[in-house]
């Protein structure tokens, strides 16, 4: 039983949206995932992908892509990314009631893997598109729910101890009443362009994730966008699909 991890699928089945605009990574990039996921994802596996699923504006549109995502091997968990349309990030219950058995959703809970929790949100990393402090109202709305999937998590390992406080970046110490293992998954990459820290990372150190998951980099030019390797002891991967040529990524065995 292993954990993997892939992101940026970027289905379109039902819209008229084709990637291999985007470089020759992309053509029939559908049937690459299709391949290299089973070849390396077993029914026993877990696997989560990182956003951007499909290009379709509401679940009507998006059925095709989901179900193609709910066919493949193992289980699949789902995190938001920021073309998601269809996925409102107040009705997450109802995703997960709607794809009972087939799909889960990450945002605001949390799941197991082994002795590990599986926590996540979209995040945000500032990339010139809007005003700094429009920004930083996105952020700090992630952070938030960044927060709860940590918290929900830890209460399962931890009786009593502190909050983290994402508006001040700091929290005290951390009370531990049992081992918490936690790997952190994001869409948008944890730091920003140039970023040596950022709130994540620091939630990330201070909640003790050993990695952090990400994806949304496209390009050659924008894989180095944020952190690769080991920084503060935690382990960041880059999973986005063009990166890893659609092979999904082993996190854990």
């Not at 029939?28 to 499909?54: C, L």
């Not at 290009?55 to 549109?61: A, D, M, T, V």
């Not at 193609?68 to 997960?96: C, S, V, Y």
Request: net charge negative; charged share 30%; proline share 3%.
């Amino acid at each position: 039983m292993s954990l993997y991890a892939i992101g940026d699928l970027h289905l379109s089945f039902s819209v008229d949206k084709p990637m291999d605009v985007f470089g020759r990574v992309w053509k029939n990039h559908e049937k690459k995932i299709w391949k290299y996921w089973n070849k390396r994802v077993a029914e026993e596996d877990t696997i989560v992908i990182t956003g951007d699923h499909s290009w379709g504006k509401n679940l009507e549109q998006s059925g095709k892509d989901l179900d193609f995502i709910a066919e493949l091997p193992g289980r699949k968990i789902l995190l938001r990314g920021n073309h998601d349309m269809f996925w409102d990030a107040k009705k997450t219950q109802r995703l997960n009631e709607r794809f009972q058995g087939r799909l889960e959703f990450l945002q605001n809970n949390f799941y197991r893997y082994k002795d590990y929790a599986l926590v996540g949100t979209k995040g945000y990393c500032y990339e010139g598109l809007d005003t700094y402090e429009h920004f930083e109202k996105i952020r700090n709305r992630e952070l938030e729910r960044l927060r709860i999937s940590f918290e929900a998590a830890r209460a399962a390992y931890i009786s009593e101890g502190e909050v983290y406080h994402p508006d001040s970046g700091e929290a005290e110490e951390i009370h531990p009443a049992g081992e918490g293992k936690y790997i952190m998954f994001l869409h948008y990459p944890p730091t920003s362009i140039g970023e040596m820290s950022s709130p994540f990372t620091k939630m990330a150190e201070i909640y003790g994730a050993s990695k952090v998951i990400y994806s949304h980099c496209h390009g050659k030019t924008r894989f180095d966008d944020s952190f690769k390797g080991y920084v503060n002891g935690i382990e960041y991967k880059l999973v986005s699909g063009d990166y890893l040529n659609f092979k999904p990524e082993l996190i854990l065995e």
